[in-house]
């Protein structure tokens, strides 16, 4: 099959696929290394491995992923009377639908550590209780740097209660946090200065910055050099499908969740993966 070329005619570099052995390695990193550090790095552990479980279990695109607002996500039950709930996260912006309205669906995992509701509300609630606390000391009248220090006492008291709860038992039986604005970006780029997380009302974490948030934390993970190199911000949408591929799951499912119209578009991920990637005993659980 040929290779998708861009309007100016380059043909992309294959990126990586990142799977669900090398999420759960991500994401044990990244708390071993927020465990040992201030507050700045618990958010921006929070704030990653939201992104990256996310952006994995929803198969989306980068630039899909980093446009999601606070109001675009709904906790929906299942309408059969199960007691099956999922987070939808309404996507918009998609570069095959950019008239109709597209959803991904994310479910709970079985481990909590890698538990996309989990990992998505703690981060939910921080943007939450950061951006009100800067709004209700703004309506109060008090000086800008007072709401950032109010904001970031906040913050670091909920960093605090978080960091205190049994990481082997999901916290994800609760409601979605209800922010003041709907448009309000999910995802923040982290300033460098004292600030640290942007207001609702700044800008929003870009497509460009995923890839760099992935390769800084695969370093960090220990990954291989070579490999680092490959990785991009398709990495998560390709490994998901390429695992769900091998795990056996129907392409059509998978093209659900991706918002693929094609199904040889899903095949092709996983024939043209590495052949490591596609090795038996990867799906063996040991
Ligand atoms: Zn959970």
Not at 23 to 37: K, N, P, Q, T
Not at 46 to 69: K, N, P, T, Y
Not at 95 to 108: D, G, I, N
């Amino acid at each position: 099959m040929a290779k998708r070329r861009s309007a100016a005619g380059q043909v992309p570099e294959r990126a990586d696929a990142l799977l669900a052995d090398d999420l759960r390695a991500l994401v044990d990193s990244i708390s071993a290394r927020a465990a040992a550090g201030d507050w700045k790095a618990h958010i921006a552990a929070c704030r990653d491995i939201a992104l990256i479980v996310v952006g994995f279990c929803s198969a989306r695109r980068r630039s899909e992923i980093a446009a999601i607002q606070f109001g675009d996500l709904r906790i929906v039950s299942d309408e059969a009377g199960s007691k099956e709930q999922w987070i939808t996260m309404r996507i918009r912006g998609s570069r095959t639908s950019l008239t109709s309205v597209a959803y991904a669906q994310l479910p709970r995992s079985r481990d909590s550590r890698y538990c996309p509701w989990c990992r998505l509300l703690d981060w939910l609630m921080v943007v939450t209780v950061h951006d009100n606390t800067i709004r209700t000391a703004k309506d109060h009248g008090e000086p800008e740097d007072q709401q950032v220090r109010a904001a970031r006492r906040s913050v670091i008291r909920l960093l605090d209660n978080l960091s205190d709860r049994d990481p082997q038992l999901h916290h994800c039986d609760r409601e979605l946090p209800v922010h003041r604005r709907a448009t309000a970006p999910v995802w923040r780029a982290l300033a460098k200065s004292t600030r640290y997380l942007p207001a609702d009302t700044g800008h929003p974490l870009t497509d460009q910055t995923i890839p760099l948030i992935l390769k800084k934390r695969c370093q960090e993970a220990g990954f291989d050099s070579a490999r680092i190199a490959r990785i991009s911000g398709h990495s998560l949408r390709s490994g998901f499908i390429t695992q769900a591929r091998a795990d056996g799951i129907a392409s059509e499912d998978i093209k659900r969740q991706s918002g693929h119209k094609r199904t040889d578009t899903v095949d092709h991920y996983y024939d043209s993966a590495p052949s490591y990637h596609k090795n038996a005993a990867n799906q063996l659980q040991l």
